[in-house]
């Protein structure tokens, strides 16, 4: 599998603080943006593939979600997160 747990303890130890911090948006956003890379990467190669294709669009929203909050609720953490992951806007 493309995601074990030891693959999710790295992303939440370097984005959320701590390895057993996995509710912090910082570390939520960082899961979902790997997780949108991974699958992007598949449908570049399966463009038929219409249910990961679905499951991307609410992986972006998602995403899209928790940055808003963060955006509202701390603006710092907010720039801090996009130029960690090299997110635009």
Sequence with gaps: MYLDQAKKQEI????????????SA?????LFSFRISHLTEHL?????????ARALTKLV????ALLDYLYDRDINRYRAIIKALGLRK
């Design 44 to 52: 570049k190669k399966n463009h038929k593939d219409f249910k990961t």
């Design 61 to 64: 929203g998602k995403r899209r």
């Design 12 to 23: 939440f130890g370097q984005y959320g603080g701590a390895a057993t911090n996995t509710g």
């Design 26 to 30: 910082e570390s939520q956003i960082a």
